[in-house]
């Protein structure tokens, strides 16, 4: 996988990491958050946020940029997530597709703010009005550097988060940073 250093593979695949991300750092940012029937997840990596997303929806896709990674999920999940190879920035889903995107400690994997804008631009387009947009990024500390040494690491800023998501095309914008991690909810407009 190119974006992930070993050290960082480790954690990322560990029970510890799986426990986590299903029993706080999901339910936390969905709290009262409906997802819909259709929901589309970035970056999935080695599923930790996958399985528990699952629970939570009749369908799931999951969009995923390294092949390796893709087919090592598609084969550990089977068939009720459906594991796509491709870029979040550059979708070929069409427009209007999900009823949610979401997607957790993933983009400070992205290699710029203007990559980040464009994977906020396209998780408008294939979300039907009124879908939401959720999730989480890491917030950057002494440890967080460690792990992402020689790793692409970009995390996003809470304080300009906001505007970039309206800029977008997003509203009903919620931004929290009370739990050690950036969760965000948004919805595009509703129809009519
Ligand atoms: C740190 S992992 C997070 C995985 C998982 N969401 C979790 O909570 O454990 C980030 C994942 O995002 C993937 N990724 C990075 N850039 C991507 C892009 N442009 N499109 C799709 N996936 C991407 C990486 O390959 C990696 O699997």
């Known amino acids: 996988m190119d974006t992930l250093n070993r050290y960082h593979q480790r954690l990322c695949r ?3 990491w799986a426990a986590f991300v299903a029993d706080s750092l ?16 970035l970056g999935p990596g080695y599923g930790a946020s996958t399985q528990p997303l699952a629970e939570r929806t009749a369908s799931l896709t999951a969009l995923e940029s390294d092949p390796e990674l893709a ?8 068939q009720p997530v459906t594991v796509v190879d491709g870029d979040a ?9 999900f009823s949610a995107v979401v997607c957790f ?9 203007a990559a980040q804008d464009k994977l906020f631009a396209e998780a408008a387009r294939v979300l039907v009005p009124g879908g939401v947009f959720a999730g989480t990024d890491s917030q950057p500390s002494w440890r967080f550097r ?8 970009n995390p996003v800023d809470p304080g300009t988060l906001a505007a970039r998501l309206t800029a977008a095309g997003f509203g009903q914008i919620r931004i929290d940073t009370s739990h050690g991690v950036v ?10």
């Not at 400690?105 to 703010?113: D, Y």
């Not at 969760?183 to 009519?192: E, L, P, Q």
């Open 105 to 113: 400690t993933m983009l400070h994997h992205l290699p710029s703010s």
């Open 146 to 153: 460690l792990i992402h040494l020689a790793d692409t690491c």
């Open 14 to 16: 560990s029970p510890e």
């Open 26 to 41: 999901v339910p936390r940012a969905l709290d009262g958050v409906p997802l819909g029937d259709n929901v589309l997840e």
């Open 183 to 192: 969760s965000f909810v948004a919805r595009t407009a509703a129809a009519g």
């Open 71 to 78: 087919s090592r999920l598609r084969a550990q999940l089977g």
């Open 89 to 97: 920035t550059s979708m070929t889903f069409g427009a209007s597709t």
